[in-house]
């Protein structure tokens, strides 16, 4: 069966600090994979697209890199701020339907 | 900036009992979609639509599932007989036409079924 994973566990880091988050899947050949952004009791929030035939993506402090052959990204988020603290969700697209990963919680600290 | 909005924020329902989350999408998007998330789990698709019909669903989404598209701005997903285990936070989300894998999602409903 298909399985995405995401590390349960948090990342802290210290402000400044590049922050890299992991999502390595199974049994899933994706068109293309996300990144997005949760916090406690929100919905959410779409921050990046990648292609299967695409190797990197980038936006503003943010960098994604995707490895059809190892099945995984990478999801940099360089110069962190406290206020980048947030879950963020890993998901994987065929069609427009999303299949979730867990989410790794990351905290910035000051 | 537009966004996507849900109603109610809360819902309190009896087991058994029917509910209608209601949803109003970005208003020049075309492609409309659900999601649940029990507490502390994955977000799970469940259903989307796009040219006033069901484009994908998952198998969570049976028969005591509908949505609905009833006037140009509602989205709505409806269930029948809400049971103990439909408990979770539910999110609409919706995209355009030419960019239609970026998802925006709303703030969601938390249905608690008793």
């Known amino acids: 069966s298909q399985k995405i994973e995401q590390n349960s566990e948090a990342l802290n880091i210290q402000e400044g600090k590049t922050a890299t988050l992991t999502c390595n899947y199974t049994n899933y050949s994706p068109a293309y994979l996300q990144w997005y952004r949760q916090d406690p009791g929100r919905g959410p929030v779409f921050l990046l697209l990648i292609r299967e035939n695409e190797k990197e993506k980038r936006k503003e402090r943010l960098k994604v890199t995707f490895d059809t052959t190892l099945k995984q990204s990478l999801f940099h988020i360089t110069a962190s701020q406290p206020a980048d603290s947030a879950t963020y969700l890993c998901?994987?697209?065929?069609?427009?339907?999303?299949?979730f990963g867990g989410g790794t919680r990351l905290m910035v600290k000051p | 900036e537009p966004e996507v909005t849900q109603t109610p924020s809360h819902q309190v329902t009896q087991m058994g009992q029917e509910v209608i989350l209601r949803c109003v999408p970005i208003?020049?998007?075309?492609?409309f979609y659900w999601y649940r998330q029990i507490l502390g789990q994955k977000v799970e698709f469940l259903v989307s639509?796009?040219?006033?019909?069901?484009?994908?669903k998952s198998e969570i989404f049976d028969d005591q599932f509908s949505v609905e598209r009833p006037d140009g701005s509602n989205f709505t997903l409806k269930i029948r007989s809400t049971k103990l285990e439909d408990s979770a936070m539910y999110f609409c989300?919706?995209?355009?036409?030419?960019?239609?894998?970026?998802?925006?999602f709303g703030p969601g409903t938390r249905l608690t079924v008793t």
């Open positions: 998901a994987l697209g065929a069609g427009n339907m999303l299949t």
């Open positions: 989300a919706s995209s355009r036409r030419d960019r239609n894998y970026e998802q925006y």
């Open positions: 639509f796009y040219n006033n019909e069901i484009s994908e």
């Open positions: 208003s020049n998007h075309l492609y």
